[in-house]
């Protein structure tokens, strides 16, 4: 099983990046699946979960409007488009899936949003 992330880099604020998760080992299109962040000092944050249908996308507030959320079952790829970016989105981007073991995580993608 294998989540690799890859999309981030330094942008200023008012700036877009698209985050890609290439998944493998696993049957992707079953699984509902989520990004989530951690900023340094900070507890991890969810930010985005779409279905394994890419159906019914949900958003924490502090993105919402923001970010979008989209998947490629055929390639096995989630993606995160993020527009209209803010200091504080500056984190460790990660995907993750939950399954009957525990949550699988992905090692990372940094974004930082700087002037």
Same mark, same amino acid.
């Given at each position: 099983?294998?989540?690799?992330e890859?999309?981030?880099?330094?942008?200023r +604020?008012?700036? %877009?990046?698209?985050?890609?998760?290439?998944?493998?080992?696993?049957?992707? %299109?079953?699984?509902?699946?989520?990004? &989530?962040?951690?900023? +340094?000092? $900070? &507890? +991890? &944050?969810?930010?985005?979960? !779409? %279905?394994?249908?890419?159906?019914?996308p949900?958003?924490?507030?502090?993105v $919402?409007g923001?970010f979008t !959320?989209?998947?490629?079952?055929? $390639?096995?790829?989630?993606?995160?488009?993020?527009?209209?970016?803010? +200091? &504080?989105?500056?984190?460790?981007?990660?995907?993750?899936?939950?399954?009957? $073991?525990?949550? !699988?995580?992905?090692?990372?993608?940094? @974004?930082? @949003?700087?002037?």
């Amino acid at each position: 099983v294998q989540l690799v992330e890859s999309g981030g880099a330094l942008v200023r +604020p008012g700036g %877009s990046l698209r985050l890609s998760c290439v998944a493998s080992g696993f049957a992707f %299109s079953d699984y509902v699946m989520h990004w &989530e962040r951690q900023a +340094p000092g $900070k &507890e +991890p &944050e969810w930010v985005s979960s !779409i %279905s394994s249908g890419g159906s019914t996308p949900t958003y924490a507030d502090s993105v $919402k409007g923001r970010f979008t !959320i989209s998947r490629d079952n055929a $390639k096995q790829v989630l993606f995160l488009q993020m527009n209209r970016l803010r +200091p &504080e989105d500056t984190a460790l981007y990660y995907c993750a899936f939950t399954t009957m $073991k525990g949550d !699988i995580r992905g090692r990372g993608t940094q @974004v930082t @949003v700087s002037s």
